[in-house]
């Protein structure tokens, strides 16, 4: 393209005031804010000035370029942190936002948030109170600790319990649990930000009691225990159970703490889950600190809970780096709410979010997934739609060895392809996160919610109907 034709084409693209005046322009400035809808008009007009200066081929049409500036509105002025339906049937999915809260639980954080509160302010006294307390009660009454705090996660609270009761001393950690959870959190690097020197003790497969007690000295801190979360040392391997470690500190005075990582308040082995210790059995043992997440089984908001003894505790709570790692006031409010479920166990098991969903018996699975592929079955074409047994997974590095009975609605689509059609429920609106398995589109039944079923047919049905 020789320079007068890119003059020419250049001079045939709208003026920004242009487009504004003309009709489209005048219904976009009607329903949008002015800013998003002159930046989304500046960037395409730009875009094909660019295209045309550097020759390459662009549509010049008043249509095409009309309907890039509706699209560029559109992704303007939606957000970017959005709802969107879980079909993979991982409950507790830390891409996909780890737990669900309730609309109970909701309405609470909401009413708290949008208005002042007595997040740090005693009502009884008239005098200045602590954000803390508002939910202490609850944790020592729950797990029996003596003791609690929240803080912002739980990577937040190994650090903080690290940096109060081992900064510049040793931590003895067996070399099974020196685990990394993703996302950049590895045991021996907390333990260097914590300023604690860590003492690894036993080989990958194998620590015994002795390897423990052989390391203890002078400069002896803590003794910890790693909850291996997200794998599972088998065959040849043996640890040291929680009590022996415990009966260990009591006779060299030395505490113990335990990173529960997921952090479960209920006794899971009617469900056939034995290996998951509870908080309260933990802290019955014995243990002088714990530490876990809070929207991991626990099924709360992000947060980091340390319960334990309160000696201990209230020198973590002094510790100044707890003031940078301190809770919000939506998330104690969501703690409040969710915790309070925890009154009653066969209450928190119906309205947790994260424990129904991990509970359910797989009939009630069932069913949905019938109800789902029956409606898909009427409203969308262009496939073939079955129902068959799957497993699920806890997700989260929770119980990774469990696998959960699910039922799961599997779609062959006729005319487009199974990866294409993944790509279109990803980019629909609501988006829809599904797995592909033996070449056929997996909804797994467990964490598509009943509010979900609607939007989930609608965009399936619309996914598929377009070439
Ligand atoms: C998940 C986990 C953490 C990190 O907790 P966050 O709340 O995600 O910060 C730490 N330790 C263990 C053992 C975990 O499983």
């Known amino acids: ?212 007690e052989n390391a203890i000295n002078d400069n002896t801190a803590l003794i910890l225990k790693v909850h291996q979360s997200n794998y599972k040392i088998v065959g040849f391997a043996e640890g040291v159970p929680i009590e022996d470690l415990v009966s260990l500190s009591r006779k060299h005075q030395v505490p113990v703490m335990y990173d529960l990582g997921s952090g479960c308040l209920i006794d899971l082995r009617p469900y056939g889950i034995h290996d998951e210790p509870s908080v309260s059995g933990i802290v019955r043992s014995g243990v002088d600190i714990v530490t876990f997440s809070g929207d991991k089984l626990l099924g709360g908001p992000q947060g980091g809970i340390i319960v334990g003894q309160k000696r201990y505790v209230e020198k973590i709570q002094k510790n100044p780096l707890a003031r940078a790692v301190r809770i919000d006031k939506m998330a104690i409010a969501a703690f409040e709410a969710t915790l309070r479920e925890y009154s009653d166990i066969e209450n928190a098991k119906k309205e947790i979010p994260v424990l129904n969903m991990l509970l359910q018996t797989p009939e009630e699975i069932r069913a949905r997934a019938k109800k789902i592929a029956a409606a898909l079955q009427k409203e969308a074409g262009n496939a073939d739609f079955a129902i068959f ?39 629909s609106t609501p988006p829809v996160i599904a797995r592909i398995k033996d070449d056929s589109l997996t909804l797994d039944a467990r964490t598509i919610r009943k509010k979900d079923i609607d939007d989930l047919v609608r965009v399936v049905a619309s996914c598929l109907s377009s070439e």
Request: overall charge positive; glycine content about 8%; proline content about 3%.
């Open 389 to 427: 047994r799957d497993a699920s997974k806890a997700g989260g590095g929770s119980l990774p060895e469990v696998e959960f009975p699910t039922y799961a609605v599997s779609i062959k689509p006729a005319h487009i392809s199974v990866n294409e059609l993944e790509l279109r429920l990803r980019r």
């Open 1 to 212: 393209m020789d320079k007068a034709e890119k003059n020419r084409l250049l001079s045939g693209l709208p003026s920004v005031d242009e487009v504004l005046k003309n009709p489209d322009g005048q219904g976009w400035l009607s329903l949008f804010q002015r800013t998003i809808v002159v930046q989304a008009v500046r960037e395409v007009i730009a875009s094909r000035r660019k295209d045309i200066l550097e020759g390459s081929a662009t549509d010049l049409s008043p249509a095409g370029i009309t309907s890039d500036i509706r699209n560029k509105i559109a992704s303007l002025s939606s957000f970017s942190l959005l709802p969107l339906i879980n079909a993979t049937g991982i409950v507790i999915h830390t891409n996909l936002g780890r737990a669900v809260l309730s609309d109970k639980v909701l309405s609470h954080v909401s009413a708290v948030s949008g208005s002042y509160s007595n997040l740090e302010y005693d009502l009884a006294a008239g005098k200045r109170g602590r954000r803390h307390t508002h939910t202490k009660r609850l944790l020592t009454d729950i797990t029996g600790a003596e003791d609690a705090l929240i803080v912002n996660n739980n990577a937040a609270a190994v650090l903080l319990c690290l940096s109060t009761m081992a900064r510049g001393r040793e931590v003895i950690v067996s070399r099974s649990e020196l685990v990394e959870i993703g996302g950049s959190f590895r045991v021996p690097d907390v333990m260097a930000a914590g300023g604690a020197v860590l003492r690894e003790v036993g080989t990958t497969n194998k620590t015994h009691l002795y390897d423990y």
